[in-house]
């Protein structure tokens, strides 16, 4: 008989909003690692990329905050604005019938509205760790008072946050919560590094149970899962673009819902604009848009209303689209483990997905290494071939990507053009201020002497 939420000793409610949610049985992830944290042991766990690690630390904190609900109870940290909000709404999901106060510190969102939510301690705090930082640093003792009672501790992705990008950060955010003796700590991710399994050597407070680690499938060596095909073409670089445009029109992908995954913020505009100018559905997510625009261009994709998603590797890691059927590498990344949490977007939960990489002779290097990491060769894509490309896509997208330059270059100018009023502006008002204050310094002068 199959194992469920309640054997495992989640919440009554709790096991009603899952079933409210369609969420009957248990994962691998979360049978293993829910009875271990409401057994007060410190977690690591180790799944891949869809098979449910939000909830395996998300369902014991909840149950254990309705045993008691005051107070800030948990903080989750995790790398990206996107994934803070995925997990704040799964949270919130899972708590609606329950009074559950949920807040998002990110960057991109006013400090001054988060100084106000983060003063009235919500139940759990869901942040990237550098605006949480400057929070602790600014905002005053009043404000967060809160995380130094915090319980729970999670780091989600925490391969990533544990390097040296966010060292600081993390530490900053540490010195505001309880001794880790104090509180219990869980590390999520998918890929456990040697530095994530050494946590787990560490000695343990007196009084506190052992460190659990479990990993599903052994994760380092089932990097991709079985029911995703990886691909792909083989093309000069100066033509990536007229190949993107054929594969993306191809008849078998039309009404697929995909992610194109490039390596920098401009090569993501300018490929936006490009296919948006083909006729394509497509929309944006990168690092230089504004927090807005990157919740806004997160929701159009996962409900749908933009089928294409041009990304760099914001979109990488955790984000939960279940509709993505391909996922397209128009450049491919330099590490291994990034192609994996790119690629992972895809044949989530057991379904099938299709992952294809434009490849040019610069990237022979890289291939390797990404076959070797994963286990299995790239087969070649047949279905886009060169004589297809010249018929259908070169001369079609090539006045597309000349018009995208040319209004990117525009967009730039009036950027530099206004950056040069203000800079203007600001000489002139400083210029104006010290001309007041010297004949203030005259007149009061003059006043001295009579």
């Given at each position: 008989m199959a194992v469920t939420f309640q054997d495992l000793g989640v919440a009554k409610w709790l096991v009603e909003a899952l079933t409210a949610m369609k969420i009957y049985t248990p994962t691998a992830i979360q049978a293993a690692c829910i009875p271990k944290v409401l057994n007060g042991h410190d977690c690591i766990g180790g799944a891949q990329t869809g098979s449910g690690k939000t909830i395996a630390f998300a369902a014991p904190m909840l149950t254990r905050w309705s045993e008691n609900p005051s107070g800030v109870f948990g903080l989750v940290l995790t790398p990206t604005r996107e994934l803070a909000y995925q997990i704040a709404e799964q949270f919130q999901a899972l708590g609606a019938n329950a009074n559950l106060k949920v807040i998002v510190i990110v960057g991109g969102e006013d400090m001054t509205a988060q100084t106000l939510e983060l003063a009235k301690c919500?139940?759990?705090?869901?942040?990237?760790?550098?605006?949480?930082?400057?929070?602790?640093?600014?905002?005053?003792?009043?404000?967060?008072?809160?995380?130094?009672?915090v319980k729970y501790l999670v780091l989600d992705e925490a391969d990533r946050l544990l390097t040296n990008s966010f060292a600081d950060h993390l530490d900053t955010c540490f010195s505001a919560l309880p001794p880790p003796s104090q509180r219990q700590n869980m590390l999520f991710t998918a890929t456990v590094t040697d530095?994530?399994?050494?946590?787990?050597?560490?000695?343990?407070?007196?009084?506190?149970?052992?460190?659990?680690?479990?990993?599903?499938?052994?994760?380092?060596?089932?990097?991709?899962?079985?029911?995703?095909?990886?691909?792909?073409?083989?093309?000069?670089?100066?033509?990536?673009?007229?190949?993107?445009?054929?594969?993306?029109?191809?008849?078998?992908?039309?009404?697929?819902?995909?992610?194109?995954?490039?390596?920098?913020?401009?090569?993501?505009?300018?490929?936006?604009?490009?296919?948006?100018?083909?006729?394509?559905?497509?929309?944006?997510?990168?690092?230089?848009?504004?927090q807005a625009d990157r919740t806004s261009s997160y929701h159009r994709f996962k409900s749908g209303a933009a089928r294409i998603l041009v990304a760099t590797d914001v979109a990488s890691?955790?984000?939960?689209?279940?509709?993505?059927?391909?996922?397209?590498?128009?450049?491919?990344?330099?590490?291994?483990?990034?192609?994996?949490?790119?690629?992972?977007?895809?044949?989530?939960?057991?379904?099938?997905?299709?992952?294809?990489?434009?490849?040019?002779?610069?990237?022979?290097?890289?291939?390797?290494?990404?076959e070797e990491r994963v286990g299995?060769?790239?087969?070649?894509?047949?279905?886009?071939?060169?004589?297809?490309?010249?018929?259908?896509?070169?001369?079609?997208?090539?006045?597309?990507?000349?018009?995208?330059?040319?209004?990117?270059?525009?967009?730039?100018?009036t950027i530099r053009e206004k950056k040069k009023i203000n800079k203007r502006k600001h000489a002139s008002e400083f210029v104006l201020a010290a001309q007041q204050d010297k004949r203030k310094v005259v007149k009061k002068g003059n006043l001295v002497t009579k």
């Open positions: 919500p139940h759990f705090v869901i942040a990237t760790p550098g605006r949480l930082a400057d929070h602790i640093l600014s905002s005053g003792e009043d404000v967060i008072r809160g995380l130094r009672r530095s994530i399994r050494a946590i787990k050597e560490k000695p343990v407070a007196a009084g506190k149970p052992e460190f659990f680690i479990h990993e599903v499938d052994t994760v380092d060596k089932v990097a991709i899962p079985s029911t995703l095909s990886i691909s792909y073409i083989f093309l000069p670089s100066n033509v990536k673009a007229y190949y993107l445009h054929c594969l993306m029109t191809l008849e078998e992908h039309t009404n697929k819902s995909a992610i194109i995954f490039v390596n920098r913020t401009y090569t993501a505009e300018l490929i936006t604009r490009t296919l948006s100018r083909l006729g394509l559905n497509v929309t944006s997510l990168n690092s230089d848009l504004k890691r955790g984000l939960d689209i279940p509709q993505v059927a391909l996922v397209v590498n128009y450049d491919l990344p330099a590490d291994p483990d990034d192609y994996i949490h790119r690629v992972g977007r895809t044949a989530r939960a057991g379904r099938k997905g299709e992952s294809i990489s434009l490849v040019s002779e610069k990237d022979i290097e890289r291939v390797l290494a990404i299995k060769k790239m087969e070649k894509y047949e279905e886009v071939s060169e004589n297809k490309v010249i018929a259908n896509s070169m001369k079609v997208t090539s006045v597309a990507l000349r018009e995208a330059e040319m209004e990117m270059e525009k967009a730039e100018n």
